[in-house]
């Protein structure tokens, strides 16, 4: 991995990454999106969430979790004591499936690399993947086994990252919890374990 940057060429290397995203042709979603979701939030954040595709309205603004899986997630931070503007939030793949279906395996391999790139310029201590698609790409990265979200749901697992020990906390996607109202307390959980391991309130 490469060394970390200093603030000024960290910020400088996303403008390069916005823009290659914004220009990328290397699967057909450009095709279909409106424009392209890079991410939001601190560059400089301990604590990056990973959700899978944009959906309709974050296609629409061009930023991710604004629908209402977003208010949703908006809820949990809150509760756990987490802002959006403390963490960073992005998804595997950066561009809108049409009709919001899953991303295809051949759309995360295309992606993948600048998510990649996004998590080597931030380099944080806690990782939390939402979802299948995004739990099995970071569990990929790190050499850990996936089988099914619900076996690894607000679980701890450590990862060599840049030399460093970062955590993983996979949890369910938040638009799951939309219509399965009794998920809401397993993702609250999940980020409620990733505040803890921010502010050292728990051993690990």
Sequence with gaps: MKMALNNHL??????????????????SLWKTRKRPVVGDGDTNACIILVGEAPGYWEDVEGKPFIGAAGKLLNEFLKKVGLSRESIYITNVVKCRPPGNRDPHPE?????????????????????VPLGRHSTSYIFSKAGVPFKSISEVQGKIFEAMFWETKTYLIPSYHPAVALYRVKLRS??????????????NQIMI
């Design 186 to 199: 397993d993702i609250e959980r999940a980020l409620s374990l990733a505040a803890k391991i921010l502010n």
């Design 10 to 27: 960290k910020l400088e290397a996303f403008a390069q990454l916005t823009k290659e995203i914004y220009e990328c042709r290397k699967c």
């Design 107 to 127: 759309e995360i391999k295309a992606c993948g690399p600048y998510l990649d790139r996004q998590l080597d310029l931030i380099r944080p201590k806690v990782i």
